[in-house]
């Protein structure tokens, strides 16, 4: 048997960064903490099944799957998120949405929220994480992506949230509601990649992200196109909807809110200074 320290020595020495990465994967594998891999190295062993799974997993890692993805685990706002293969990772500049969210309402309000494409639902449960007398519900076109965030809510407790398999085309209030109460805050981090930019993203995201939650059609913006219009339908007058969007498209997408008399209350940008959220409202 060979014990973490020599196949972190033998696997992990391309950079700090790929060692660091290998001592989680063995972590899960054994079922401890990171912290116990780093304080003992030495003594801490793999079985021979053990370490042919370790295997497997390196041959993952080095075909450039991301280790979120290995790990099936990814931190998002104040929580870790259960994800895999049929949803899109986290990323931190989506967390943007939940501070503008957080900067538009009082944390003590009683809210209702629609999140659209919920995928892992990441977006959706820290909202209710942080609006502890709210409600919401998360669609999404994918069975599959829907299995993932209720995973997800179980799992972190949140009783006032509901996931529904749909396509924000066919989706109705009158489906989850008889009354057909609407929303004070809708939410998306819809797809918005143009067809033709796929073949070049970096292949940890092309080759393991689902295509369904990147590719936003020809003009990157088909899945705003279909959205929008449903907005006043969905959204309390007094509502607002957050969106995330590209870094280029906010002349369009602001053009397409016009269009289906919607207003542009404010642009969020992210660390890096690029526009990545806008805020809008129903025409008054």
């Excluded at 899945?223 to 449903?230: G, R, S, T, V, W």
């Amino acid at each position: 048997m060979n014990s973490v320290g020599d196949l972190i020595l033998k696997y992990g020495r391309d950079s700090e960064k790929t060692a660091r990465d290998l001592r989680r994967v063995i972590a899960k594998i054994k079922g401890v903490g990171y912290e116990k891999i780093i304080a003992d190295p030495t003594n801490i062993f793999l079985t021979k099944k053990e370490e042919s799974l370790f295997i497997a997993m390196l041959d993952r890692y080095r075909k450039c799957e991301p280790i979120s993805k290995i790990l099936n685990k990814r931190s998002f706002w104040n929580s870790e998120f259960f994800i895999n293969q049929h949803v899109l990772d986290p990323r931190p500049e989506t967390e943007l949405i939940i501070e503008m969210v957080l900067a538009h309402f009082d944390k003590s309000s009683s809210l209702d929220f629609l999140d659209l494409g919920t995928g892992s639902g990441c977006i959706l449960l820290s909202l209710l994480s942080e609006y502890k007398k709210s409600r919401g519900i998360g669609i999404d076109i994918s069975q599959k992506a829907i299995e993932v965030a209720e995973f997800n809510r179980r799992k972190m407790g949140v009783l006032s949230a509901k996931f529904i398999e749909a396509d924000w085309n066919s989706f109705t209030i009158g489906k989850i509601n008889k009354k057909e109460k609407k929303f004070d805050v809708i939410v998306s981090n819809p797809p918005y990649i143009k067809t033709s930019d796929i073949p070049g993203l970096e292949p940890n995201v092309r080759e393991n992200d689902p295509l369904l939650a990147l590719d936003g059609g020809v003009d990157g913006l088909e899945a705003y196109a279909a959205i929008l219009p449903h907005i006043e339908e969905w959204l309390k007058p007094e509502g607002l909807a957050f969106f995330e969007v590209g870094h280029t498209q906010v002349p369009e997408i602001s053009k397409i809110l016009r269009n289906n008399d919607l207003s542009v209350l404010g642009i969020g940008t992210d660390m890096n200074g690029i526009d990545r959220v806008i805020v809008a409202s129903i025409m008054q």
